[in-house]
């Protein structure tokens, strides 16, 4: 089967950003464009093969072979790669059971695991690190810390436990945390986490950094038990405080060794304890990082004057507040400042607030209008993104402005900077985001515009089917034409990148595709329009066609045949003349249709366009009558010549320049199978020849791709045939012989045993 190419889709050279300039950038493009380690490579190929080279114990659970025995560092990437992927339940979980692993740093964040399967897996390892956010709420709260604590030697030694998000059940007690003595943070943001729960952690002997944000605590004096060693305090959107704000400030006053202060609250609820934690002056005396974004009256004078009487702050959070804009925060060295001002505040807020949705949107916001008109490639911000859209795929605000941020950041020319990997997860996270929300057509129309991207379309992995079933039903909106248009480009190359079976089991979507292409190109016709539509219209209907006779059945029981006799009719340019004949050279292969051509209409266009003056005009039609003319039985009850036509021919060929001349319009094949007939067809040497011709061309383009095409076929035998035939056609023989010199010229080490006798 024929297809059309796009011009200019070629893979484009990335262009590293200036380290000196964009070190950031430099560094993501770095380890985007690097292959994956070794020691992942291997742990994703064990992970794929778990059951097959796990055994099984009676109750269904996974256990490694007896001789395996995993170091402590790569046991921790092996749990954490699976962790990411989705791998680690009650059954996988089970091979981390026994001695063969030893865990240290534990991630089951967002596992489904049992409190037993924890408990057998987990808590009989030395873990100094346990990462448990948004756990599935089988396995709750308190059955976490009562595993933890079920080891006398994790009680001493678990220095880090992350809970947040993680679920509790409404009639819980109190938990267990004190016994967890080693404990130097703990992290139980968005928890049902009280102020019983606080006095029991307070009084860890070790405690340094404590996360309460989003809890259910109303009073946090019982901080004071832990004045003199807790050094990190997080309390953002802590909602249902109770205190009054000097009750508030008197407590945070008394923690003389706190370093970091998080007092950060959604803008909506016009929080003013930072304005008045601001105001004092023998506070936080060796605070080296606040964060008060989200909070009311804050201004550049208050925070100025705060930090400039504690000269060692290294960090302010300030997004969603009307503080960060003055020349203060850009000329101050060693200062970091997460806010909206400008990009690089932007990117700080992107950093710091990834897990938290509502600074987010509010920074994603601000980065859409600051990247709206951007010239430069800035893959460091991209990754930022993309890390926002990954962490909150449910929030739909997150995802659509992610989705507009990515565009402006990938816009044609500067995709061509941006590493593929950081584009394919791009995209996929796009797509997730699709089904995430099915019904929201401007995330939607954000998704079609990035497939719009030749960059992407061409060059990046991504699910080419779900791609093409989404893209196909936005053929169907009359309602905006330029969504329309687009939806027709991107088809027309997706329609390349299926495999038959993937176009097999599309059947439905591309028959709706054809029928609807056809009523564009219809519609064209009428208003006489030859515009980048019909050509892109054109374009799709050919490539869809490509390999699938479903479509070509459908594209003639929609009358689609005289619709194109009608374009041929209508327009002369030579660039719709390439696309209407590279569909009809489609239909032409497939035996059962092909006679639907021989008709005096055709045949008149077709015959017609063989002299054309455009080679790629007069190459197609050529394949459309050798096509035709190799099955006389469709030409008995015609009064056509067929004869003549292949004396035409013929005589065309000899007029063309050499096989591996230059065209405009590049034609590639999937497959020679359709030229097998033609080859062997020593009857009709006009046909064999004009097979030949088109075969060398291509081999002459392409000779990697097609000569291993030859081999695997095995259609290197009939070209064999060619050259040992004594009554062979000279010209094809000559043709034939060039294309068996040029295999042994490209593949002469290649490694498929040829069962080919060379004459």
């Known amino acids: 089967m024929v297809h059309f190419l ?81 791998k680690l339940t009650d059954r996988t979980a ?29 808590c009989h390892h030395k873990l100094t690190e346990l990462n448990a956010t948004a756990v599935h709420t089988d396995l709750p709260v308190q059955d976490i810390v009562s595993g933890l604590c079920s080891n006398s030697w994790i009680q001493q030694n678990l220095q880090c436990l992350l809970l947040d998000s993680t679920s509790i059940p409404t009639d819980s007690s109190i938990y267990f945390f004190g016994k967890l003595t080693g404990l130097r943070v703990l992290s139980v943001f968005n928890v049902c986490f009280h102020n019983e729960d606080l006095a029991n952690v307070s009084q860890l002997p070790r405690l340094e950094s404590l996360d309460i944000s989003n809890t259910l605590v109303t009073n946090i004096s019982a901080l004071l038990t832990c004045k003199d060693r807790l050094k990190f305090l997080t309390m953002h959107y802590l909602k249902c405080l109770t205190m009054t ?37 023998d506070i936080l005396p060796n605070v ?58 932007i990117s700080e807020a992107l950093s710091r607030y990834r897990n938290r949705a509502c600074f987010m949107k509010e920074a994603l916001y601000r980065l859409f209008t600051e990247t709206f008109s ?50 394919s997860e791009f995209t996929c996270l796009l797509f997730k985001a699709l089904k995430n929300f099915p019904h929201y057509q401007q995330l939607q129309k954000n998704c079609l515009l ?19 079933k989404f893209v196909m039903r936005w053929l169907c909106d009359r309602e905006n034409p330029k969504m329309q248009t687009m939806a027709v480009s991107i088809t027309s190359l997706l329609a390349l990148q299926l495999s038959p079976e993937q176009s097999a089991q599309l059947k439905g979507e591309l028959l709706m595709a054809v029928k609807e292409l056809l009523a564009i190109v219809k519609q064209k016709m009428i208003e006489n329009l030859d515009d980048v539509t019909l050509l892109f219209t054109l374009k799709a209907l050919w490539n869809l066609s490509d390999d699938s006779p ?173 050259q040992a035939h004594k009554g062979a056609d000279s010209e094809a023989l000559q043709i034939a012989t060039a294309i068996l010199d040029d295999f042994r010229m490209h593949f002469m080490n290649y490694q498929k045993p040829l069962s080919v006798k060379f004459p």
Not at 96 to 109: D, E, P, R, V
């Open 6 to 86: 796009h011009l200019g889709l070629s893979s484009p050279t990335m262009v590293l950003p200036d380290a000196q300039k964009d070190a950031l950038g430099y560094c993501v493009v770095t380890e985007e464009s690097s292959p994956h380690s070794l020691v992942n490579i291997c742990l994703n190929v064990l992970i794929a093969n778990l059951e097959k080279l796990c055994s099984k114990r009676p109750d269904g659970t996974l256990c490694l072979p007896e001789h395996w025995n995993i170091p402590q560092e790569v046991a921790d990437r092996f749990l954490g790669v699976m962790t990411w992927e989705g």
């Open 94 to 122: 089970s091979i981390f059971q026994g001695n063969q692993m030893k865990l240290k740093l534990a991630n089951i964040q967002k596992a489904k695991l049992s409190p037993s399967a924890f408990l057998k897996a987990f």
């Open 245 to 281: 704000k000097p009750q508030v400030l008197a407590v945070i006053k008394e923690l003389k060794c706190l370093l970091h202060l998080d007092i950060s609250d959604h803008r909506q609820l016009k929080s003013d304890l930072a304005f008045y934690l601001l105001q004092q002056k």
């Open 288 to 345: 080296v990082s606040l964060d008060i974004s989200g909070g009311s009256y804050i201004t550049d004078g208050a925070i100025e004057v705060f930090i400039q009487q504690r000269p060692t702050m290294q960090f302010v959070g300030l997004l969603a507040t009307d503080a960060g804009y003055s020349d203060f925060f850009t000329t101050k060295q060693d200062l970091r400042v997460a806010g909206g001002a400008n990009l690089s505040q």
């Open 374 to 423: 951007v010239q430069i490639t800035m893959p460091a911000i991209l990754k930022l993104v993309t890390t926002g859209m990954r962490n909150h795929p449910l929030d739909l605000p997150v995802q659509f402005t992610a989705s507009a941020c990515a565009l402006n950041l990938t816009r044609q020319g500067l995709a061509k900077g941006m590493p593929v990997r950081l584009l």
């Open 450 to 468: 990035s497939l719009t991207n030749s960059r992407i379309l061409v060059d990046v992995p991504f699910d080419r089917f779900d791609a093409a």
């Open 550 to 722: 479903a479509v070509c059945k459908h594209f003639i029981e929609n009358e689609g045949l005289a619709i194109f006799i009608q374009v041929l009719e209508t327009f002369s340019e030579s660039a719709i003349q390439i696309k209407v004949l590279g569909f009809l050279n489609n239909i032409a292969e497939v035996k059962e249709l092909s006679s639907n051509l021989v008709t005096e209409d055709v045949v008149k266009h077709i015959s017609g366009l063989l002299h054309s003056k455009e080679m790629e005009v007069s190459y197609l039609a050529a394949g459309i009558i050798a096509h035709l003319a190799s099955d006389k039985e469709s030409w008995m009850s015609l009064g056509l010549q067929r004869s003549s036509l292949l004396q035409d021919l013929h005589a065309t060929i000899q007029n063309w320049p050499s096989s591996n001349c230059h065209m405009t319009a590049v034609v590639t094949y999937r497959s020679f199978k359709a030229f097998f007939p033609l080859l062997g067809n020593f009857s009709q040497p006009e046909v064999q020849l004009w097979a030949l011709w088109a075969m060398y061309h291509v081999c002459s383009k392409n000779p990697s791709k097609y000569c291993k095409m030859l081999v695997e076929e095995e259609g290197l035998q009939l070209l064999c045939d060619i």
